[in-house]
C-alpha cells in the first residue's frame, strides 16, 4: 500500500542493469584528462574522411530539431544510470546534412583534448543517437562534455564523445583511445564487451 510512495526499488529496474553493473543515484564524472573548456560560439564540429568536408557551428546544431531524450547510461567500470534526460540533436536529422560517401562504414568521434573512440557507421546512425546539449533542463556541465557531447545510449559509455569536435569517416575499422588500449572495439553492455581478447 505504501508502494506509490516511493521510488520503484531496485530489483524493479534490474531487467535494466545490464550484467555486472549497479544502479548509482549520482552521475559520476569520468574523463581521462583535463577538462575542457569550450565556448558555445567557438565551438565548431567537423567532418571530414568519407563524407564532404564540412564545419558546423552551434548555431548550425540549434538550428536543427531539438529534442528530449531519456536514455540508460553504462559506464564499463561498472556503473549505470538510469533515466538521464538530456536535450539535443538526433544523430540522424545532422546526418541529414553530411554528404556521405557510400563506401563509408566507420566513424571516428574526435573531442577537443584528442579523445577518440571508434563506432560502426549502423552503430552511430541510429535513431536513438543524440548530439546532447542540456543535461536535465541545465546546459551541459563542462564535466559531462558541455557544451555539446555525443550519446549512444546502446553502448558503454565511452563510446560517447565528450566535447564532440569531429567526424571521421571511413572505410576501414580504426580504433579510438580506450579501444587501443585493451578495451573493446564495440562495446555492448548487454554481451558485456569490455575488453578485447
Ligand atoms: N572527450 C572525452 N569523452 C569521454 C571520456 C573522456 O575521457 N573524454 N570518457 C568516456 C567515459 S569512459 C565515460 S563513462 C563517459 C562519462 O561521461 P560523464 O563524465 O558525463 O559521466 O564519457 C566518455 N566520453
Ligand atoms: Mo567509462
Redesign the pocket.
Known amino acids: 500500500m505504501f508502494g506509490s510512495l516511493f521510488s520503484k526499488s531496485r530489483s524493479e529496474h534490474s531487467d535494466r542493469v545490464p550484467p555486472g553493473q549497479h544502479l548509482t543515484n549520482g ?7 583535463p577538462t575542457q573548456s569550450v565556448d558555445p560560439q567557438a565551438w565548431r564540429l567537423r567532418v571530414w574522411g568519407l563524407a564532404k568536408e564540412k564545419t558546423f557551428t552551434w548555431d548550425d546544431l540549434m538550428n536543427m530539431p531539438q529534442h528530449d531524450f531519456t536514455a540508460d ?1 553504462h ?3 561498472s556503473w549505470s544510470k538510469l533515466d538521464v534526460q538530456w536535450w539535443g540533436i538526433k544523430v540522424t536529422d545532422f546526418m541529414k546534412h553530411v554528404e556521405l560517401d557510400p563506401k563509408a562504414l566507420h566513424v571516428m568521434q574526435h ?1 577537443y ?1 584528442g ?1 577518440t ?1 571508434n563506432v560502426t557507421l549502423d552503430d552511430f546512425q541510429r535513431e536513438e543517437n543524440f548530439f546532447a546539449h542540456t543535461l536535465f533542463g541545465e546546459p551541459l556541465p563542462a ?3 558541455g557544451p555539446m ?1 555525443l550519446v549512444v545510449p546502446h553502448l558503454y ?2 563510446k ?4 564532440i569536435e569531429g567526424l571521421e569517416f571511413a572505410d576501414r575499422e580504426e580504433l579510438g583511445f ?1 579501444e587501443r588500449n585493451g578495451y573493446h572495439r564495440r562495446g555492448e553492455p548487454w554481451a558485456e564487451e569490455r575488453y578485447s581478447l
Request: charge should be positive; aromatic fraction near 26%; glycine fraction near 12%.
Open positions: 552521475f559520476p564524472v569520468l574523463t581521462y584528462g547510461f559506464c564499463v567500470t573531442s583534448g579523445y573512440t564535466e559531462h562534455g557531447r559509455a565511452w560517447s564523445a565528450k566535447w580506450w
